[in-house]
T-cell receptor
Framework: DTAVSQTPKYLVTQMGNDKSIKCEQNLGHDTMYWYKQDSKKFLKIMFS???????INETVPNRFSPKSPDKAHLNLHINSLELGDSAVYFC???????????????FGPGTRLTVL | DAKTTQPPSMDCAEGRAANLPCNHS???????VYWYRQIHSQGPQYIIH???NNETNEMASLIITEDRKSSTLILPHATLRDTAVYYC?????????????FGQGTELSVKP
């Protein structure tokens, strides 16, 4: 299936731990994003990468470090997890501008992170 | 990007048209109106977007007023599976890597 996929779907961990969430898209897109949806359901951009280069870093604590090994992957590593990091994290991607619809973002199913 | 205002919730009877309004009075000339929806526990899904002309696709229609200060998303025959939070977003198009700014959206409940 062509899609944006994330692993794991659920992640439960203790405060202070370090964890990673993986995102992969097989849509041939060259821009990828991470969004965070908190308990009040607000969706907010964290990062965007275009061709493996950071485009947006939306004042996210430096405990969060995105890594893009190639255009199809954008992983999110979180150090020293805090209670406030509990949220649903969504990965998204969008096509190249020369394809048109570069503005349309396709979202993954989300990763529910719970920090205890 | 301009701000948008949407009613927090709406109900619609199954099979009827759902008309979801959005105000964007500060929209500028190069900004498009986008609609996304988020079905419970899923990632947001693109629905439609437009600049000034009305648009229609297989999912919905988008009606934009002539002054572009408001728009309406129309789901012509709502089904129970259309129950979701609908987000109206205004932004410049072809903004490579540009963010989507999500507001509170409208929670649409389609009832049998």
């Amino acid at each position: 299936d062509t899609a944006v996929s994330q692993t794991p779907k659920y992640l439960v961990t203790q405060m202070g731990n370090d964890k990673s969430i993986k995102c992969e898209q097989n849509l041939g897109h060259d821009t990828m994003y991470w969004y965070k949806q908190d308990s009040k359901k607000f969706l907010k951009i964290m990062f965007s990468y275009n061709n493996k280069e950071l485009i947006i870093n939306e004042t996210v604590p430096n405990r969060f470090s995105p890594k893009s090994p190639d255009k199809a992957h954008l992983n999110l590593h979180i150090n020293s997890l805090e209670l406030g990091d509990s949220a649903v994290y969504f990965c998204a991607s969008s096509p190249p501008s020369n394809v048109g619809r570069a503005d349309t973002q396709y979202f993954g199913p989300g990763t529910r992170l719970t920090v205890l | 990007d301009a701000k948008t205002t949407q009613p927090p919730s709406m109900d619609c009877a199954e099979g009827r048209a759902a008309n979801l309004p959005c105000n964007h009075s500060t929209i500028s000339g190069n900004e498009y109106v986008y609609w996304y929806r988020q079905i419970h526990s899923q990632g947001p899904q693109y629905i439609i977007h437009g600049l000034k002309n009305n648009e229609t696709n297989e999912m919905a229609s988008l009606i934009i007023t002539e002054d572009r200060k408001s728009s309406t998303l129309i789901l012509p025959h709502a089904t129970l599976r259309d129950t979701a939070v609908y987000y109206c977003i205004v932004r410049t198009a072809y903004n490579q890597g540009g963010k989507l700014i999500f507001g509170q959206g409208t929670e649409l409940s389609v009832k049998p």
